[in-house]
């Protein structure tokens, strides 16, 4: 008969991905004969020392990443506490975690990186797990993620969640500079171009599009600017501008997947736009993944010959 330890240390296990340390069996009466009677039976498996799964659960990824940082030996981080909190850039997934130097333990299909800068405040938990900071998460991707724009699209996105702002992120960096940490130049690359008074990007693309915008000399662009009329009224919320004359539109649907309803609806705000005198330009995902480089040209030649704005200038309402 299951005593009411055995049912919270049950409970524990479901938590924990089917894992649990020999401190908590402890500490919730386990004695060291009764946890080795459980090894020894198969009933329990050791997956490092002091750390066993219960053979009721399968062994996952999660299952590994539990045993790594359970027991306040490391936490959940970089592109895998990205995906935990549900940010949306295109990054490479796998399970990754991050130790205290000198702890290093490896388990198949884990990611491990090593830190001697382990502080409380770069760590919190969420669905059981320890994990880096929304701030913390974000910085240490930019050590491992060549692209400046997808460390942008990651501040969007954890922006729009309202998870962080601008002054978290900035309070996060000024602090890892100073300790020469790992990804600080690019983060700082990413924060230096985004605007205060900014909205965050719509999509992950739109990032991509202006970085490729950006590096053939041309200023880089306004995002999600909404173009409104001498009366106020908002005609569109565009994906990129200049402070020219000249508006981007991104399309994320092909031609085909668009509603006939939308595509019309769509087409009037375009005629609008060009009735104010702006020049627009309209792109497809299909086109941009067939030739990246002949959008940035046409983007390129465009802001080169575009004509002076005849309306006010970016707007952040």
Not at 63 to 86: I, K, Q
Not at 95 to 101: C, G, H, I, S, Y
Not at 244 to 257: C, K, M, P, V, Y
């Amino acid at each position: 008969m299951a005593t009411g330890s055995d049912v919270r240390l049950l409970t524990l296990f479901r938590t924990q991905a089917g894992v649990v340390t020999r401190r908590q069996a402890q500490a919730l009466g386990y004695t060291d004969r009764q946890i080795s009677r459980r090894l020894a039976s198969g009933q329990w498996i050791q997956m490092r020392r002091g750390v066993y799964r219960h053979a009721l659960f399968d062994d996952t990824d999660e299952a590994r990443v539990f045993a790594l940082v359970l027991g306040g030996r490391g936490y959940v981080s970089h592109r895998h506490a990205a995906s935990n909190y549900g940010l949306d850039p295109d990054l490479k997934r796998w399970p990754e975690v991050t130790l205290r130097r000198g702890t290093h333990n490896e388990l198949p299909g884990v990611l491990v990186h090593e830190t001697t800068q382990f502080r409380a405040q770069d760590i919190t938990a969420l669905n059981g797990l320890p994990i880096s900071t929304v701030e913390r998460t974000i910085m240490d991707v930019a050590a491992v993620e060549r692209h400046v724009w997808k460390i942008m699209a990651l501040i969007d996105s954890a922006r729009e969640a309202a998870l962080t702002d601008l002054t978290k992120l900035g309070d996060c960096l000024e602090h890892h500079a100073r300790q020469g940490r790992d990804g600080t130049v690019r983060f700082r690359q990413a924060l230096e171009l985004i605007r205060p008074d900014e909205r965050p990007a719509a999509s992950p693309w739109s990032r991509e599009v202006a970085a490729g915008v950006h590096a053939t000399g041309l200023p880089y662009p306004h995002l999600e600017e909404e173009i409104r009329t001498s009366d106020g009224d908002v005609v569109a919320q565009v994906d990129l501008s200049f402070d020219s004359a000249l508006l981007i539109l991104l399309d994320g649907f092909n031609f085909h997947g668009k509603r006939r309803a939308q595509t019309n609806k769509d087409r009037l705000q375009r005629q609008r736009l060009r009735s104010m005198g702006f020049e627009v330009l309209e792109f497809t995902r299909d086109r941009w993944t067939e030739n990246p480089g002949a959008v940035i040209s046409e983007i390129f030649g465009a802001a080169m010959s575009a004509r002076p704005r005849q309306v006010a200038g970016p707007s952040a309402t």
